[in-house]
């Protein structure tokens, strides 16, 4: 029998974005806040797949190969706070039209291959802090960092010995 694994589509940071990232969430947070995000799993999610066989990773996998979706930059402007799954996350005030049809096709075909997708709206989001389910002083704003999109990623989310970490599996170039 197959393993299963928990899988997602990804748009990742560059390293340099990350640093940025993490620098301001350490001089903008206090620690009692929450839980920060490792500066190497600072993504921002595309489609959850939840746990998935191997069989259907690959026909997820091959079904991204073949997406042609253009390259698109978005300006990471926004800022909030959910207490319930207890997160405080950087967001956009203007989602790009590309990013909305890359997450609607990938979130489709996930749900057409089995994996359950949320009914909630997508709501595009980089968690920063988790474990953040009291009050927190959010900074007024945030630097308006701009990701600049070229390519979207399959990730394996992994838990060992009380660490999460978000393994990159495969990338997809989105087209200039
Ligand atoms: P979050 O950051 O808002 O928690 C890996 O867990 C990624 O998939 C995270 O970015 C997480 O979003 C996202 N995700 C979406 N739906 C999820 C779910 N039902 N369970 C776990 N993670 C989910």
Same mark, same amino acid.
């Given at each position: 029998?197959?393993?299963?694994r928990?899988?997602?589509?990804?748009l990742?940071?560059?390293?340099?974005l990350?640093?940025?990232?993490?620098?301001?969430?350490?001089?903008?947070?206090?620690?009692?806040?929450?839980?920060?995000?490792?500066?190497?799993?600072?993504?921002?999610t595309?489609?959850?797949?939840?746990? +998935?066989?191997?069989?259907?990773?690959?026909?997820?996998?091959g079904?991204?190969?073949?997406?042609?979706?253009?390259?698109?930059?978005?300006?990471?402007?926004?800022?909030?706070?959910?207490?319930r799954?207890? +997160? +405080?996350?950087?967001?956009?005030?203007?989602?790009p039209?590309?990013?909305?049809?890359?997450?609607?096709?990938?979130?489709?075909h996930?749900?057409?291959?089995? #994996?359950?997708?949320?009914?909630?709206?997508? /709501?595009? /989001?980089?968690?920063?802090?988790?474990?953040?389910?009291?009050?927190v002083?959010?900074?007024?704003?945030?630097?308006?960092?701009?990701?600049?999109?070229?390519?979207?990623?399959?990730?394996?989310?992994?838990?060992?010995?009380?660490?999460?970490?978000?393994? #990159?599996?495969?990338?997809?170039?989105?087209v200039?």
């Open positions: 029998m197959s393993e299963s928990r899988l997602f589509f990804a990742p940071l560059p390293t340099k990350q640093k940025q990232v993490i620098q301001w969430r350490a001089d903008s947070f206090e620690a009692e806040a929450g839980r920060p995000v490792a500066a190497a799993n600072l993504h921002l595309l489609a959850f797949l939840g746990d +998935v066989s191997d069989a259907k990773a690959r026909v997820l996998s079904i991204a190969s073949r997406i042609t979706s253009p390259t698109f930059s978005l300006t990471l402007d926004d800022l909030g706070h959910w207490p799954p207890g +997160v +405080v996350w950087l967001g956009t005030r203007r989602a039209l590309a990013l909305l049809q890359l997450a609607s096709l990938l979130r489709s996930a749900a057409r291959n089995g #994996c359950y997708q949320s009914t909630l709206p997508f /709501h595009p /989001h980089v968690s920063l802090l988790r474990g953040a389910t009291r009050p002083a959010l900074p007024a704003s945030t630097p308006e960092w701009q990701l600049d999109a070229n390519e979207f990623s399959l990730y394996e989310s992994q838990y060992h010995q009380g660490r999460t970490r978000y393994q #990159c599996l495969q990338s997809w170039p989105l200039a």
